[in-house]
């Protein structure tokens, strides 16, 4: 395992063994709203302060872009950037719903390198470097090879923050219902990310996350064998917070049965997406 890799699992189950603890007790926790159906607790705070200390030991020269809070060190500055969602799932957290994980990506020069993602509740750690391949708990995955949409089952995420672009959102998803197997949708897109890399899913689609959410989910799943797209199938996705991911056969299917529910508004927020990196 490549050293940077090794620091990220590390921080990730320093986490992780907070996380476990504070469910035992979520009613004690102290609860703030963000915004409208967006949570933050006391243990979203702790668990990134943890994952921070790690890292900034580590590499205090590294730039950080974690969900809490922000920006950590001059970007300009170093050509490394950790993308960090301490909590993935806060509100099943909360409610004691067993889906949620630690999302940590390590991007280089503005390309995803390493990626770690930790589910505490099954103690399932997918891990991947680029070029060198995806892993759960240390045993190599694969997308799915499944060839007709019809036959898939396929994640997704409901709008629950911002409405702007629902009705093109639930167009989409009235689409894609009929034409597949099945949907899900347990609520982190980290996991369900690394469901498409180990073939529990063959595909997913959302709209309106951010980087932290998918930067190290996208690289499990590329390193996977899966293919990476914004909605129209280009790779402005962690920008634009507009993904679809899916084993080979089954990306270009779920692009087409998409593309025609697109409205102008939503290509245009795709296509003005700012650059993380920049």
Request: proline share 4%; with cysteine; net charge negative.
């Amino acid at each position: 395992m490549h050293p940077m890799l090794t620091i990220a699992v590390k921080a990730a189950r320093r986490a992780g063994k907070i996380i476990n603890q504070a469910s035992q007790s979520i009613d004690l926790l102290t609860v703030t709203k963000k915004s409208h159906s967006d949570y933050v607790s006391e243990v979203d705070r702790a668990a990134e302060d943890a994952i921070l200390s790690v890292l900034k030991t580590a590499y205090p020269d590294h730039g950080i872009l974690a969900e809490e809070s922000g920006q950590h060190g001059d970007r300009k500055q170093s050509d490394y950037l950790w993308i960090i969602d301490p909590l993935d799932g806060t509100t099943n957290f909360l409610h004691g719903f067993p889906k949620y994980a630690i999302s940590i990506g390590l991007a280089y020069r503005g390309v995803m390198t390493h990626a770690v993602v930790y589910d505490p509740v099954m103690n399932e750690l997918f891990t991947a470097s680029k070029g060198g391949g995806a892993f759960l708990n240390d045993r190599r995955i694969r997308v799915s090879k499944r060839a007709r949409l019809e036959d898939c089952l396929i994640g997704t995420g409901f709008p629950f923050r911002d409405f702007t672009h629902a009705e093109a959102y639930f167009s989409m998803f009235r689409a894609i219902v009929p034409r597949t197997a099945g949907i899900r949708r347990p609520g982190s897109a980290s996991l369900d990310l690394c469901y498409v890399a180990c073939g529990r899913y063959d595909g997913f689609w959302e709209i309106g996350l951010a980087p932290w959410d998918m930067a190290a989910g996208c690289l499990l799943i590329t390193e996977a064998g899966g293919l990476i797209g914004d909605l129209e199938g280009d790779e402005k996705y962690l920008q634009s917070g507009q993904i679809v991911a899916a084993s080979p056969k089954i990306f270009s299917q779920l692009i087409q049965t998409i593309a025609p529910h697109l409205t102008p508004e939503l290509l245009a927020a795709q296509r003005d997406a700012k650059d993380i990196f920049s």
